[in-house]
């Protein structure tokens, strides 16, 4: 089974055929899997099944989804982006529950795909993994570099003018994203270039250890206000001394010379 196809043989198959390491949860329309080869601590993977009307064709990448029936095609993201919603909140909690926080959780498709059919990373925000080896590993998943297509921009290409569309899915090639790839290493928190992965990688850990303590760290405790109560006793005690001292003050004459 050649690992370039091993997707669309995912979203061929009848969900509950795939063995609990791989499939991850199942809906009407789409399969999330495990991603093989995480790039971060949380790594998913979002599959339309393949189901009359839809072809393996169709399915390919997504500028074969997006070339053809357009309402077709938003259909398709519209369901990926539902099922994205729930798997983000599974995320969530296992976030809570292995680490005590939470942190932001990316979803996007990559601008060349390396394996045919159409799939969504879900990914959780620090790109802390084993798995991540290479420059081209790391830059595919930069949140800022281009190559990774964030959801809602995807879904905004729907609602604007068909030009616009239309020029969208012409830049969907090898040639306009794979040069992203080369591009030096950047730290997508601060900037900081690296010289090679592993400085990269130590340096990514570091910038999720922090982030780790400042949601960990305590709240400052706040000043406590004074309640209705007490806010009248004070402005009743002072009326009342104020009102002594007058009270006391000598009077003084009054009148023409």
Known sequence: MSNLTILRTYAQKAPETLPPSILFKQSAKNITIFDGYPKSIFHFLILPRIQEPLTADTLRSLPSLLKGDKEQAKSVIDAIAEDAKAVKKEIQEEMVERYGFKWDIWTGFHGVPSMEHLHLHVLSADLCSERMKNKKHYNSFHPKLGFFLHLNDVLSWFDAESSYFSNQIKNLKPSNYEPILKEPLACFHCRSEMKNIPSLKAHLQEEWDKLERRAKRPAPRKRKAP???????????????????????????????
């Open 227 to 257: 309640n209705a109560e007490s806010q009248a006793d004070n402005t009743e005690a002072t009326g009342s001394k104020r009102a002594k001292s007058e009270a006391e003050e000598p009077e003084t004459a009054s009148g023409t010379i």
